[in-house]
């Protein structure tokens, strides 16, 4: 969907026109279902947020305003409010800590399969363990595949700051990796 | 792994080399062999981005976007459907509100209607009553728990912005709203309810770090950013009730009026100049600027001027007046030499050796320009002027 078309959409469900606002969901949907999954790591829970975020984007839509940005970037600010007020009223700040994922232990006969999914499940918990900014560029750097500049305009931030981030958020995820004992370029030569 | 120092040298290098990496232009080995003295943090880096780019996620079920759909679209055209749209004046709706809830709670039959409002925003046509009903739970909080209402206030304040920032409607009223009712949890708060204070705060700050204040607004996000923050001791500051940047500077006011007459006169003038304002962002205020004019032959006359002084974003209104009078015999001219700001004022002295005339004259007083302090309550001004013979009674006023 072009960004013309967008906006007639948006023109149209901020009028009410259910059809318009359906539109704009099917486009968006799986997209912040995934943004979701990946920063809460569990399917149930980003269904229930990608839910409420849209519901609050209708709720909010007769006040929105189209400051230039694609309508995508007010969904993920949605979304990103969601999940860190899922973390704050389950207890949770999504801040950096020092939290050691679990050690997986490593035989020289494990199959790989395993070994790549342990690796795999380790990343995700990672990358929860981020913090809220970190996890956001991640997400829409490396999974998403959004370049640097697009990330800064979803994230309302320059490009510098982004690639701090995104610097801080990988040497993060490397070391918590390295202390799970995963061996990534191993991981990676079994994914090629 | 290494622990090198982040720099944005580094942090552009990194990009560069992901951007080329990511689009499958070059391949980890050569971006090593190419960057050997930073090959050993690039590697991990680099290798974190490709494994993080091979994660795939679940599609949300078609059953459950279809189900999501059905009541977006529900959702939908429910709010297409025109509402009755209430306007009231918000204070006027507090205080109706306040009235509401006192007589339904006198009849018993209130709750739902406070409940309802529970889940309101600023703008909502309920949204009074819960303001209202907050209001009423302070007062008639018991001794030692109002700082528990309070801070159930203030997270109430916190869970608007929250929702208000996702809708993209934060305003200032909404940080000031946010400000007030934690600047009153901390000051509140005794020892026991303080940690709960403290953790509250720290949400606070979690919360703003997330949030886009609105443009006009930056000052008051800073003002909730610091009295929020921890002091080196572990304690928070104890915050004025008034965020800073809403707070108003005293400037006192300048006037600079001479008295130039003839003919010769003893004119007693007095200038008193009174503001009123209050501390809740009154954006007008009224000053009225007396002149007495005293004519020992004549007697005295009294023209007043209201002076209305408009609030400017500064807060430092600026009062103009243009008095007008008739005075028969004398040209007073009315400059006072400068002030600096204390009244009352002293005494000016005339050239000695002026002839009075009968020869009635329209007075023509000059325009004061004066700024007045807002927060100053009343201001007077006194210019006494004694010089010469009294004026002859003039032919006519």
Redesign the interface.
């Known amino acids: 969907m072009d960004r013309v078309e967008e906006k007639k959409l948006l023109q149209l469900a901020q009028r009410g026109n259910a059809d318009a606002f359906s539109a704009l969901y099917q486009t968006h949907v799986q997209t912040i279902f995934r943004y979701v999954y990946h920063r809460v790591n569990n399917v149930q829970l980003a269904e229930d947020l990608t839910g409420d975020v849209f519901t609050r984007a209708l709720s909010g839509l007769a006040n929105y305003q189209d400051l230039g940005k694609p309508f995508i970037a007010w969904l993920y600010s949605i979304a990103h409010a969601r999940v860190v007020d899922y973390y704050r009223r389950a207890g949770r700040q999504t801040d950096e800590s020092d939290e050691v994922i679990e050690r997986i232990p490593v035989t020289p006969d494990m199959d790989e399969g395993i070994l790549r999914r342990q690796a795999i499940k380790a990343l995700r918990e990672a990358i929860t363990g981020l913090t809220g900014e970190q996890q956001q560029v991640v997400v829409l750097r490396f999974i998403e595949g959004y370049r640097i500049e697009h990330v800064a305009e979803v994230m309302g931030k320059n490009a510098n700051a982004i690639k701090a981030l995104q610097h801080r958020a990988l040497r993060s995820l490397a070391s918590r990796l390295e202390r799970a004992g995963l061996d990534i370029a191993a991981i990676l030569s079994g994914l090629s | ?1 290494n622990e090198t120092p ?1 720099s ?1 040298e ?3 290098l ?2 560069a080399c ?2 080329a990496l ?1 689009r499958g232009e070059i391949t980890l080995e050569q971006v090593l062999q190419r960057y050997p003295q930073h090959a050993a943090d690039l590697k ?2 680099l ?9 795939k ?5 078609a059953e ?2 279809q189900a ?2 059905k ?3 529900a ?3 429910k ?2 459907q025109p509402q009755p749209k209430i306007v009231i004046w918000q204070p006027l709706a507090r205080l109706a509100a306040a009235v509401v809830i006192v007589a339904l709670l006198a009849f018993g039959s209130g709750a739902g209607l406070v409940s309802a409002s529970t889940d309101t925003l600023p703008g909502d046509a309920l949204y009074p009553v819960k303001r209202a009903w907050e209001s009423a739970r302070v007062t008639f909080a018991p001794a030692g728990q109002q700082d528990d209402v309070w801070l159930e206030i203030a997270r109430t304040r916190l869970a608007e912005c ?2 208000l ?5 934060l305003n200032e009223q909404a940080l000031i709203d946010l400000y007030t009712a934690t600047a009153q949890a901390i000051r509140t708060a005794d020892t026991t309810t303080m940690s709960e204070v403290i953790v509250y705060a720290q ?1 606070v700050q ?2 703003m ?4 204040p609105p443009p006009n607004a930056q000052l008051l996000y800073n003002d909730v950013w610091v009295m929020t923050t921890l002091k080196p001791d572990g304690t928070l500051p104890i915050p004025p009730e008034v965020p800073p940047s809403q707070q108003v500077d005293i400037i006192a006011p300048t006037l600079t009026p001479t008295i130039v007459l003839t003919p010769e006169a003893t004119v007693e003038v007095t200038i008193e100049v009174t503001a009123e304002v209050t501390d809740e962002a009154t954006q007008e205020a009224t000053v009225e600027l007396t002149v007495e004019i005293t004519d020992e032959a004549e007697g005295t006359r009294t023209p007043r001027i209201p002076v209305t002084a408009t609030r400017t974003p500064t807060f430092t209104p600026t009062a103009t007046a243009t008095p007008t009078g008739t005075l028969p015999s004398a040209t007073p001219t009315l400059t006072p030499p400068p002030i600096g700001g204390q009244p009352p004022f002293g005494f000016v002295t005339l050239p000695p050796n002026v002839t009075a005339t009968n020869v009635p004259q329209t007075p023509v007083f000059p325009t004061i320009d004066a700024t007045v302090p807002i927060r100053d309550t009343q201001r007077a001004v006194y210019l006494t002027q004694t010089a010469g013979p009294p004026l002859m009674t003039p032919s006519s006023p």
């Open positions: 792994m982040f944005s580094l942090d552009t990194v990009e992901l951007d990511l991990p880096l290798q974190m981005a490709l494994l993080t780019s091979r994660l996620a679940p599609q949300m079920s459950r976007v999501l759909d009541r977006l679209r959702q939908a055209n709010t297409s929250i929702v920032n996702e809708q993209q409607r949400e979690v919360t770090a997330t949030i886009t």
